[in-house]
T-cell receptor, first 112, second 114 residues
């Protein structure tokens, strides 16, 4: 399973755009890149997933360069409620499920 | 997406005892996953539970310590046996609904072992 590396922590002011980059140099051809968000006392929650180029949903955007060795999660105009740990995972679907390894995650602190 | 209920949400246990955590899903799923999250740490996969077969354990986890049951397609239990303070963690149940490529998690069960 591909290993991921991301910053341990980040601080941002409310209203700013936040970009969290994840390195996954050993990503395999059939691996997807998935980001999860975890609030204290809750399980991780799916945010966004992509394979290449750019993916956007109502919560975030995911940018993946052509070599796929890294990815960037972009959160537009963060608020205090976006304070959480963000995990970048890579893994492939196998038999209908994705077996993945969680990295250290990035603890985002949004400041008023 | 699937909705997962875990019981208990938290418990305080004595050293040497065992505790069983229940995971109920509102839809039928082929695979269920059990994770451990130690204080301030990331998630570590304990095992994968398929209905009707033995669970598959990850390196560092054994069946005698973490026996798992999977009696049907909507339910699973994880037992933490002969607990020590090092077992104090959040234990999370997760599923990947059929055809999906993402994981849905329960809220977790926070165990404190004294």
């Amino acid at each position: 399973l591909a290993k991921t590396t991301q910053p341990i922590s980040m601080d941002s002011y409310e209203g700013q755009e936040v970009n969290i980059t994840c390195s996954h140099n050993n990503i395999a051809t059939n691996d997807y890149i998935t980001w999860y968000q975890q609030f204290p006392s809750q399980g991780p929650r799916f945010i966004i997933q992509g394979y290449k180029t750019k993916v956007t949903n109502e919560v975030a955007s995911l940018f993946i360069p052509a070599d796929r060795k890294s990815s960037t999660l972009s959160l537009p105009r963060v608020s205090l409620s976006d304070t959480a740990v963000y995990y970048c995972l890579v893994g492939a679907s196998s038999g209908g499920y994705q077996k993945v390894t969680f990295g250290t995650g990035t603890k985002l602190q949004v400041i008023p | 997406s699937a909705v997962i209920s875990q019981k208990p949400s938290r418990d305080i246990c004595q050293r040497g005892t065992s505790l069983t955590i229940q995971c109920q899903v509102d839809s039928q799923v082929t695979m269920m996953f059990w994770y451990r999250q130690q204080p301030g740490q990331s998630l570590t996969l304990i095992a994968t539970a398929n209905q009707g077969s033995e669970a598959t354990y990850e390196s560092g986890f054994v069946i005698d310590k973490f026996p798992i049951s999977r009696p049907n397609l909507t339910f699973s239990t994880l037992t933490v046996s002969n607990m020590s303070p090092e077992d104090s963690s959040i234990y999370l149940c997760s599923v990947s609904p059929s055809g999906a490529n993402v994981l849905t998690f329960g809220a977790g069960s926070r165990l404190t072992v004294l």
